[in-house]
């Protein structure tokens, strides 16, 4: 599952290779209060239902955060005195999540954040903040840290009007814009946020040169990580969802292709990988999942298969949901596994509060479990380890984004065989040859002594 947002504006062109164009920071959002850019209205019909959620009433840990060590992680450090903001659908106001702070809206005038009818937002909220209760395995990865709700999209939201020509069984819109979700990072750094959350992806078949949208939304990844020393965590995007065609991996037969250069799915806000951290997901067994989408941007992988947090309608958990025609979607995606690598940033910034945003990427991707070639684009540099990002000594300087060349090594060439020994069988044969002729000269001996003594029964 991930939230997708609308980047068709202003976007033409087919598919070519391109890093992201240098920042104009003349492009940053201004400041202004999160309102919506035009009117917006909530789907009408059956499919203007929030979406319903599947309770849980496990009281395991559950796999994917059991994977992680947060009890010993724990011992180091819980998130405290860290605000955490989440760009999503909105957060639901639930008693595990005591200190939720209320951002702002760009969906709905007169939000304020804390409204979630997608289920999403509060889904990863739960995974980065949820607070630890008896009995229950279920907890955030950083369960001191606060959380500061600003939604930014909705798929049960459109312009208004939109719906006009829609039957109820018609899928709304959606509603959130690339240029919001640059207001939204800006009013997260201006909140003084110390890690932000992006479950979110735009993405596109040719590179985005749109300057109002994409512009601004490099501008103020640029702010929030340079100027205002911001963690910003971005999820890698998945192929089942709005970033079908996804990207290939390194080709062994040009092991020296750079790999952006064989770009044919552009996500953003992962494209600016010099001031975000790209997550893909792992499965329970820390392989890739099949939905997360590779790229050259993206640096660390974590759990994002068979997910348990908070439940958006109740205040207990939920491991899914139902959309408005009755069917369960289990949580899964690299939109839940970017909040486990949120999470950690906010240990980290507790147990190191003199690190840099940059310093902590680092330190994060240096202590991951990484893939035996060091870096590949579908886990980056590894899965991450709480643990280890806690406690280990990391190198100043990281191996580069680029899978690893296939090497051409000269074997030796093999020793003559020796030649065949064959004492031991000549021994055996001739050993075997005597004792045949003395058996058949026994034999031919006994013949006169059988006929002297009678032996012969006609006799």
């Keep these: 599952m991930a939230i997708g947002i609308n980047a068709g504006i202003g976007l033409t062109g087919t598919a070519h290779a391109d890093r992201p164009p240098a920042i104009n920071p003349g492009l940053l959002p201004a400041g202004d209060p999160a309102v919506p850019?035009?009117?917006t209205e909530h789907a009408s019909g059956v499919n203007g239902?929030?979406?319903?959620?599947?309770?849980?009433?496990?009281?395991?840990?559950?796999?994917?955060?059991?994977s992680l060590d947060l009890e010993r992680a724990w011992q180091f450090a819980k998130g405290a005195g860290q605000?955490?903001?989440?760009?999503?659908?909105?957060?639901?106001?639930?008693?595990?999540?005591?200190?939720?702070?209320?951002?702002?809206?760009?969906v709905a005038a007169g939000g304020d954040g804390t409204e979630d009818c997608d289920v999403h937002g509060t889904v990863v909220?739960?995974?980065?903040?949820?607070?630890q209760v008896p009995g229950q395995g279920f907890a955030g990865v950083a369960p001191e840290a606060r959380i500061l709700s600003i939604r930014q999209t909705s798929a049960l939201y459109q312009q208004e009007g939109a719906g006009r020509n829609k039957s109820p069984e018609d899928r709304p819109d959606g509603y959130g814009k690339v240029s919001s979700l640059a207001a939204a990072i800006r009013r997260a750094a201006d909140f003084g946020a110390r890690v932000i959350n992006i479950?979110?992806?735009a993405c596109n078949?040719?590179?985005?040169?749109?300057?109002?949208?994409?512009?601004a939304l490099g501008a103020a990844v640029q702010y929030a990580a340079v100027e205002k020393d911001v963690v910003i965590v971005t999820s890698a995007g998945n192929t089942d969802d709005n970033c079908k065609n996804g990207n290939p991996?390194?080709?062994?037969?040009?092991?020296?292709?750079?790999?952006?250069?064989?770009?044919?799915?552009?996500?953003?806000?992962?494209?600016?990988?010099?001031?975000?951290l790209s997550v893909g997901s792992i499965n329970d067994n820390g392989a890739p999942s099949k939905f997360s989408v590779p790229g050259p941007w993206v640096g660390i992988a974590a759990p994002g298969e068979g997910i348990t947090s908070l439940d958006a309608r109740t205040t207990g958990i939920s491991d899914g949901k139902y959309d408005n025609q009755g069917k369960y979607m289990a949580y899964s995606g690299t939109s839940f596994a970017s909040p486990y690598v949120a999470g950690v940033a906010a240990l980290v910034r507790e147990r190191f509060p003199n690190l840099s945003a940059k310093q902590v990427i680092q330190r994060l991707q240096a202590t991951?479990?990484?893939?035996?070639?060091?870096?590949?684009?579908?886990?980056?540099?590894g899965a991450v380890d709480p643990v280890a990002a806690l406690t280990n000594e990391v190198p100043r300087e990281l191996p580069p984004k680029k899978a690893s060349p296939a090497r051409s090594v000269q074997l030796a060439v093999p020793a003559a065989a020796p030649a065949p020994d064959h004492d031991a069988r000549n021994v055996a044969l001739i050993g075997t040859g005597l004792l045949a002729v003395i058996l058949v000269l026994g034999v031919l001996a006994s013949f006169p002594l059988r006929r002297k003594f009678g032996a012969n029964s006609d006799d």
């Design 37 to 39: 850019a035009e009117k």
């Design 49 to 66: 239902m929030c979406y319903r959620t599947q309770a849980s009433t496990s009281t395991v840990i559950p796999s994917s955060q059991r």
């Design 249 to 276: 991996g390194p080709d062994p037969l040009k092991p020296a292709e750079d790999l952006w250069d064989t770009i044919r799915t552009y996500v953003n806000p992962a494209w600016y990988d010099d001031y975000v």
């Design 205 to 215: 078949s040719s590179s985005p040169k749109d300057e109002v949208a994409f512009g």
């Design 368 to 381: 991951a479990h990484a893939p035996a070639e060091g870096w590949n684009p579908y886990i980056g540099y």
């Design 125 to 131: 909220a739960g995974i980065i903040g949820a607070t």
């Design 83 to 106: 605000l955490v903001a989440v760009i999503d659908t909105g957060v639901s106001q639930h008693p595990r999540l005591p200190d939720l702070w209320a951002g702002g809206d760009y």
């Design 199 to 201: 479950s979110l992806v």
